[in-house]
């Protein structure tokens, strides 16, 4: 690892650790993982309940629960199936005499052989969610369990570190990934150790009532690479917007189902907008919300025709100045609807609604959009879909 590159990360990351910022961001889980340690406790005899108890904490709940990837309630549901061989594979999960790969493998062909099992008791929909067997969530039950030894760990953070630190490149749905990654944590680590200064004043903040201790530095550590994933990743200096239409206006739902959906009329942050930025675009009306996501493939131009000039119901309020698009996620035939993420808490304060074509979003908004509509962040998504297909079984 180029421990010079390394350095100016850290120099960045201890700027913003518990400042307003970091606050804002990052703060709640030394709150929240203080909680999940009190509670945790494998030895209990109703483990169910334990298991239960554990996530039913005061705050966010971000590590295990975001968009329609909400594993914990999934295996609370496994529990009501049956408790003793939903404890067993546990077990197998949690014997460290095994190595780490099989286990997970285990872990992962339980999870998928009970998404059927659920149909007793959910009968309605919960065969249509996503997966929720992944690393992501593996992860979370091995730390807890053995907090000294793993680390919380998420397939895109992961995937970002690598490249802002110009690792080699990690692949989706390799269960390896997992181990690759221990092994970077384990480097972050011992270069962290070295900070005694800067340990002092971590010391003194998880000491702080109502922290998580933190005694192994691992939660440290995976801030810190989250932090860089995330917030210091030059790569990720993209912008997010909402770019908004009115279907009184215009044929949206037509121009998506027939693929021709090119442009967007531009009439705020013309200067701002440009190639790479995400976008959601987000319909009005009585179905108001999102139909697809996509990405700005050239800047706001003037364009006199384009494929869809047919589809204007008011000729008047066609605008030339436009940005080019491409539909990266097309949602039309089932639509993110308003109120559908009501309860979303990352998406409370989404700028829609208003009367324009192009307002700022965020990327944690834009993220949760991404993870309600596609599970590829899951790093064995692809194996245990193609399998379940198989079946005749549907992840979403």
Not at 136 to 149: D, G, H, N, V
Not at 165 to 175: R, V
Not at 372 to 385: A, R
């Amino acid at each position: 690892m180029d421990t010079e590159k390394l350095s100016q990360y850290w120099s960045k990351y201890k700027a913003i650790f518990n400042t307003p910022e970091f606050e804002k961001h990052e703060y709640y889980k030394w709150l929240v993982l203080e909680q999940c340690y009190q509670r945790w406790n494998w030895n209990a005899d109703d483990k169910a309940a334990m298991f239960r108890n554990t996530f039913d904490v005061k705050g966010p709940k971000n590590l295990w629960m975001s968009g329609q990837f909400y594993p914990t309630g999934i295996v609370e549901l496994f529990f009501k199936i049956d408790p003793k061989d939903v404890t067993s594979h546990f077990e197998v999960l949690f014997d460290e005499t095994k190595e780490l790969d099989d286990r997970i493998q285990s872990f992962i062909d339980f999870t998928a052989s009970y998404l059927p099992k659920l149909k007793q008791v959910k009968p309605e929909d919960i065969i249509e969610n996503h997966y929720h067997g992944d690393l992501r969530a593996i992860s979370l039950y091995l730390t807890l369990q053995y907090p000294e030894k793993y680390f919380l760990y998420k397939h895109s953070m992961n995937k970002a570190f690598c490249e802002a630190m110009d690792l080699p490149k990690i692949k989706s749905g390799q269960i390896s990934n997992y181990a690759q990654y221990l092994h970077i944590c384990q480097e972050v680590l011992k270069f962290i150790q070295e900070d005694d200064e800067f340990l002092i004043q971590y010391k003194a903040f998880c000491d702080q009532p109502n922290h998580y201790d933190d005694p192994f530095l691992h939660l440290l550590v995976q801030d810190f690479i989250y932090t860089v994933a995330t917030y210091l990743n030059p790569s990720n200096k993209v912008s997010y917007w909402i770019f908004q239409g009115n279907p009184d206006i215009y044929d949206f739902e037509t121009a998506l189902r027939n693929e021709i959906l090119k442009y967007w009329t531009v009439t705020a942050y013309k200067d701002k907008i440009k190639i790479g930025d995400k976008v959601i675009l987000w319909i009005t009306g009585n179905k108001a919300g999102c139909y697809a996501l996509a990405e700005v493939n050239s800047e706001p131009e003037i364009i006199e025709d384009d494929p869809d000039n047919h589809l204007w119901k008011n000729r008047e309020e066609r605008s030339k100045l436009k940005a080019g698009i491409t539909i990266t996620h097309n949602l039309v035939d089932d639509p993110i609807l308003k109120d559908d993420i009501a309860s979303i808490e990352a998406l409370k304060q989404l700028k829609v609604g208003n009367q324009g074509t192009n307002f700022t979003a965020t990327r944690t908004e834009y993220d949760s959009f991404l993870e309600i509509i596609s599970p590829t962040e899951s790093d064995l998504y692809f194996t245990i879909k193609n399998s379940l297909d198989q079946k005749g079984y549907r992840l979403f």
